[in-house]
């Protein structure tokens, strides 16, 4: 029987895995500053696909590991539910925090200022008339989606296995729905790593860390209440 992984390990995974995730994810939005206007469908649908298929395979590759959390607030949903320590909630969140800091900042090094300026570098921002209450609502909503996919695919015990791809396919609709929103982060650390690393520091980044939080535990609270099994 194997045992499970050293905490250096997990923490390693969480590290690697959100890396990828924020590069790929914020990546995408640079990738695309050059060929099309700001918020049309076609940057959206890129967005949607550059963080669904990022988080497939940073989930995928991490998740007999760490669990593939790279999301604090999904550390903290599970915490909630004590799927996770209070030591691993906390060691996870500022690895990932790290983590999508310099996966920002590595495309503040590599990509023309041009293209970085024009997204924010990836930075989640809200709509023009979107307030920061409204935006908080509409991450904490998206996050629910996300956290409520993320237990019944990787967390709940008779969970399928399809690896990361159902998470990715709940950022993908979330994007799709929220995008032109709020950006759609409903991931601390995938939003404020790109805020750290681009100096880009909005009066409504707070919603960023709020609305997830909230999602991630309610939906964590409600699938353990009401469709996990007893037993678990």
């Known amino acids: ?14 590290f690697f895995g959100t890396f990828v995730f924020v590069l790929v994810g914020a990546g995408s939005a640079l990738g695309t500053a050059s060929l099309t206007a700001p918020n049309s469908g076609t940057t959206l649908l890129v967005a949607a696909l550059g963080n669904g298929i990022g988080l497939a395979v940073a989930v995928t590759a991490t998740l007999k590991i760490s669990g593939g959390v790279l999301n604090p607030a ?7 539910v004590r799927k996770l320590t209070a030591k691993e909630a906390v060691l996870y969140t500022v690895t990932e925090i790290v983590a999508a800091t310099v996966a920002a900042a590595s495309l503040v090094a590599a990509f023309p200022a041009a ?4 997204v924010k570098w990836g930075s989640p921002t809200l709509g023009v008339s979107v307030s920061s209450l409204e935006g908080a609502g509409i991450e ?3 996050t629910f989606v996300l956290m409520f996919a993320i237990y019944g695919t990787a967390v709940d015990r008779r969970a399928p296995h399809v690896g990361g791809i159902g998470i990715g396919l709940a ?3 979330d994007v799709l729905v929220g995008g032109n929103l709020t950006g759609a982060a ?3 650390a995938r939003a404020l790593g790109p805020m750290i690393a681009g100096g880009f520091y909005p009066g409504y980044w707070y ?3 709020a609305g997830p939080v909230v999602g991630a535990v309610a939906a964590a609270l409600a699938y353990h209440l009401f469709v996990e099994s007893p037993s678990e």
Do not use: C, R
């Open 1 to 14: 029987m194997s045992s499970a992984p050293a905490l250096s390990k997990k923490l390693g995974a969480e």
């Open 74 to 80: 999904v550390a903290i949903g599970l915490l909630t």
């Open 115 to 118: 293209l970085g300026d024009q």
């Open 140 to 142: 904490a909503l998206l």
């Open 171 to 173: 950022v993908l609709a």
């Open 186 to 188: 409903m991931n601390p």
């Open 207 to 209: 919603i960023y860390i």
